[in-house]
Structure formats: C-alpha cells, structure tokens
C-alpha cells in the first residue's frame, strides 16, 4: 500500500513497505548505492537500517531481516531522519574516558578508564600489587604505575580503571566494602534489613537535607547548561510538554560523566516542578546513613516517592547508548 505525506517543510513524497526479496531487486535494476553516513546499526530487537539511492532518485531502505521501504524521492527520506537523528545518544567512545566516581558526604573522585592497548602496556610492565587483593575481597588485579597511578584491571568487564593516587582508590574501595556489606545475605539466603539505602544517589547531592531550597536556582541554570539561546528560553516554561523540546538540545551534547555531573540536579529540580506543578505534590527528603547522602525525591499517592532520579541517571549513563526521552522520568 502506498502512502502520501505531506511534511511541514512543505515536501510531499511517498512511501510504500514491499517484501525484503523485491527491495534488492530495486537496488539492483536501478543500481542503487548505499547512503552509508545514514545507515543505522540495530539497537536492542531493532532492525538494521540500510539506505539506497536509486537512480531515479528514490530511496530504498532495507530492514533486515524484516523488509524494505521504498521513498519517492531523497528530500522525503530525509524528512525521516530528522526525528531519528534526533534520537541517538551521544557517548565517549575514544580513550582515555575520565569518569566520576561519587563517594559518602558527597564527596567524589576523578579517574580515567583506559583502552586496551595503553592498559595491556601498564599490565606488562609494572609492578603488580597483590596486598591489595590480600586486604581486600576483590577479583581485581592491581599495578602501580612510576608515577604512583593505580590501575585496576577486570577480566570480567575488560575495564582498565587508572586512579590519580593510592587515597583516591582507597576511598573507592571503602564504598564498595559499604555496598558488598548491605549486599550481603544472611545465613538464610535473605537479605538483611538495613533500613533505607540508596548507592545510586551516593554523593550526588551537595545540598544534602536542604535541597528543596535550591530547587528554583538549580533548574534556572538549564538554559546556560544546555547553551539555549535567549530566543528560546520560553521552552523552559515547567509545562510537562516542554521536556520534548528539552530532549533535543540535552541529546545534542556528548553525554559525559562530567556534563551528567552538571545537568542532573539541575534537570532533577526542573521535572520535579513541572510533576509539583501537576500535582500539588512537595519534595521529600530520605537520608541513606551508610552512605551519609540524601535523595531528593518526589511524594505521590500514599506519600510513595517516586524515585524518579532512577529513570533520568539511566537517560545520564554515559556508558550506554539507549535513548529515553525526558518524559519517561515522570511515567508514573
């Protein structure tokens, strides 16, 4: 069945879905070539997306192994990509990757993770520091580098973890004795109660108890963070339907430990509006004592937080590609 669309950029093109087998003749008959800067490799149970300019200027898109699309003209395909384009997620993908490991009392540390090739060399030729696996319950092997560096290598993860000193890499190995104790079980194969506990929030709020007082400074700061023009800082208006045009320049940045550390309770302050706003809801403060931090949360029906700092440090992994759009942090 063929489709006509008429686009807002005033394009009318159509498009028509055909068995996979007759996409490759068309490429075929009329030597098609491929758009490679717009194939798209598979994300989770997607599809490969591979582009064909035909000859006549129509545009074939195989799916494999599912089927292939066909587009009357290259400006009509292109009109689909702006939405697409504007659902991927920018990672660091080169090495050396500084990260950001936060700690109690909101503390946090700086180190690098490494490529292969610069790990195996330190690997080889530096000392290895086997009192560390002596003192600590780890699977890790650890070497000392000549400028007193600590490099941590896992086997199981293929991570090259390099810390700038020996008290940077303590203090990360006293958090995680902290979370191997509370992940313990007991004798009975059950978790023991530790009252409340929340590792994914360690050390990420410096305004501790006092958050909520800082929320309106923090989320005035996501124009500047997000270098939205004075134009268009309208969008910024605490309306649920503003986070879709948020999404667009959030996504236009590298998504960095070091700009997650910046724009998340900024972003955090700013949903949490607009959900109060909706609501008539109020912030709610819980205080995790193995990890000395508080979490800023959300109250909603029965006063259950809604633990939606979850939802939006998984949109801030800067190790994983998936897109999220803003909106699922209030899906409730």
Not at 35 to 62: M, N, S, W
Not at 157 to 167: A, G, K, R, W
Request: hydrophobic content about 35%; aromatic content about 14%; glycine content about 4%.
């Amino acid at each position: 069945m063929v489709k006509k669309i008429v686009t807002k950029y005033g394009i009318t093109y159509e498009q028509e879905k055909i068995p996979l087998n007759k996409g490759y003749e068309l490429i075929e008959r009329f030597k098609g070539k491929q758009l490679k800067e717009y194939t798209f490799h598979p994300c989770g149970r997607e599809p490969q997306l591979i582009p064909y300019l035909l000859a006549d200027d129509r545009v074939v898109v195989i799916f494999e192994p599912v089927e292939a699309h066909v587009y009357s003209s290259m400006k009509g395909y292109m009109t689909r990509l702006i939405g697409r384009f504007q659902a991927i997620k920018h990672i660091p993908m080169q090495y050396p990757i500084r990260k950001i490991e936060y700690l109690p009392k909101s503390d946090k540390i700086y180190y690098f993770q490494l490529g292969k090739p610069e790990g195996e060399v330190i690997r080889n030729l530096c000392p290895r520091i086997d009192e560390i696996n002596n003192f600590y319950s780890t699977q890790s092997e650890f070497y000392r580098t000549d400028q007193l560096e600590i490099m941590e290598y896992n086997s199981g993860y293929e991570h090259y973890n390099l810390y700038q000193c020996e008290t940077d890499f303590i203090k990360i190995m006293r958090k995680r004795e902290i979370a191997s104790t509370l992940n313990k079980p007991n004798p009975r194969g059950t978790k023991p109660e530790f009252g409340y506990t929340n590792i994914n929030m360690c050390g990420r709020n410096p305004y501790g108890e006092n958050f909520p007082d800082y929320v309106n400074e923090l989320a005035e700061r996501l124009p500047n963070l997000l270098k939205v023009s004075k134009v268009n800082e309208e969008i910024f208006n605490y309306q649920q339907f503003s986070l879709s045009s948020i999404d667009r320049y959030l996504y236009r940045n590298i998504i960095t430990d070091d700009f997650c550390d910046q724009i998340f309770l900024p972003l955090l302050a700013y949903i949490g509006k607009i959900h109060i706003n909706a609501h008539d809801s109020n912030w709610v403060m819980k205080y995790d004592k193995y990890f000395e931090s508080w979490s800023p949360d959300l109250a909603h029906k029965e006063d259950k937080p809604l633990q939606i700092y979850n939802p939006l440090l998984k949109i801030l992994d800067s190790t994983k590609t998936d897109w999220y759009p803003l909106l699922t942090v209030l899906a409730i």
